[in-house]
């Protein structure tokens, strides 16, 4: 199929584009478009076959239901038998914006969309785009990341033209996601409201509206454990290398096992502050081991706050599976703010392989220690 790339300017001409986006989404095809988190690919969400065409361009399965965006907060009403007081605190402190509420779902929500579940996420997006895009389309969205499923989300309209060229209607360019992760995801209809996905409203801001919070414990990875957000199950964002993801006391081996990777003649990639590039860059045992003309250390630092971590994560990770290292180590960071959303990103990137030392002893979760780390 042929795909449409058209770029928003931020002037009159974007009203032209968005006219003939909501025009291919009534017709029941899929369009991607920006919103704050990260890159969606939409369709009418109250159309079945529309919804089928989304699973089918990303291969997504089909017991991961989709968030059905809108524009307005009082569109949620038609979607719900109804809403508790937790989930209009959260909707009158977060809307729009980075937040997405499970809750009881109405009759009009496909079963395509809630993947057969009593519920349905709903989510007002901030992204000025995506708000203009919904209210011409005059219906909510469904709209998951704009991803083949199980590769990292799109931040940038590139990434998503990557992924979807020839799979779906048209992708929209209007730059990159200022959040870069995808919606916090929690659910209001337990007694306690609980995070099935952190993301860029943290932990501190709801437990400031709501006084009580839980965690799925499933996003610790531990076995046993059931995700509620089906599609927190799924292998995702990760690249294709081998990725090992260095926590607490471990990170602070990074140059060590740098060297001892480069030294087995092994490409390696580091994702890491700007501030532990530098140092890596300074040290001598790397500096040993790297050969600037072989391209062996492939360093991409990502700033230095954790909200520049969250912004540039994604799009890094996407640029592993271009330059394919042989192994990538990742610094680990705190979990406090978005830093939860950036571990839970990076832990599921990982395939969980995370490296730490407990009782001076290096473990790791999921696998066997590589030889380099063991020297
Ligand atoms: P995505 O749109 O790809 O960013 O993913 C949406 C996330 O929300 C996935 O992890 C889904 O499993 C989760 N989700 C969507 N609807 C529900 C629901 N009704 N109950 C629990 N989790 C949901
Ligand atoms: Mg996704």
């Not at 929209?172 to 306690?192: H, K």
Request: aromatic letters at 6%.
């Amino acid at each position: 199929m042929q795909t449409y790339f058209w770029k928003l300017q931020n002037n009159e001409q974007d009203a032209e584009v968005m006219q003939k986006a909501a025009a291919l989404i009534q017709a029941g095809e899929v369009v991607a478009f920006p919103t704050e988190t990260v890159y969606g690919l939409g369709a009418n969400g109250l159309n079945s076959e529309a919804v089928a065409k989304i699973f089918a361009a990303k291969g997504r399965p089909n017991d991961n239901p989709l968030i059905l965006h809108i524009a307005d907060v009082k569109d949620v009403e038609p979607l719900t038998t109804g809403l508790n007081e937790n989930a209009k605190a959260l909707m009158e402190a977060f809307w729009p914006g980075p937040l997405t509420l499970v809750v009881d779902k109405s009759e009009i929500v496909p079963d395509a969309v809630s993947a057969g579940l009593a519920t349905v996420a709903v989510r007002f997006p901030a992204n000025q785009y995506a708000q203009e895009l919904i209210k011409a389309c005059g219906c909510p969205v469904a709209a998951p990341s704009a991803n083949i499923s199980g590769r990292p989300s799109p931040t940038n309209a590139q990434d998503v033209w990557e992924d979807m060229q020839g799979k779906v209607a048209a992708v929209l360019d209007g730059g990159n996601c200022g959040i870069g992760l995808e919606s916090t995801v929690v659910d209001t209809t337990e007694p306690v409201p609980v995070i099935l996905r952190p993301g860029g409203i943290t932990y501190e801001m709801l437990m400031e509206v709501l006084g009580e919070v839980d965690i799925d414990p499933a996003l610790q990875g531990d076995a046993g454990y059931k995700p509620k957000a089906p599609g927190m199950k799924y292998r995702h964002y990760a690249p294709q290398s081998a990725m090992y993801l260095l926590e607490g006391e471990a990170a602070g081996k990074l140059a060590q096992f740098v060297a001892d990777a480069l030294e087995e003649g092994k490409r390696v990639g580091v994702l890491c502050s700007s501030a532990t590039a530098e140092a890596l860059r300074a040290n001598e045992n790397v500096l040993a081991k790297a050969d600037a003309a072989s391209k062996n250390l492939l360093l991409t630092p990502w700033g230095e706050s954790l909200e520049e971590l969250a912004a540039n994560l994604f799009y890094l990770l996407r640029d592993f599976d271009r330059t394919m290292p042989d192994v990538i180590l990742a610094e680990g960071v705190g979990e406090n703010g978005i830093g939860l959303a950036v571990m839970n990103r990076m832990r599921k990137a990982a395939g969980y392989q995370i490296v730490s030392i407990i009782d001076g002893e290096l473990r790791l979760k999921n696998g066997e220690i590589p030889a380099f780390m063991l020297k």
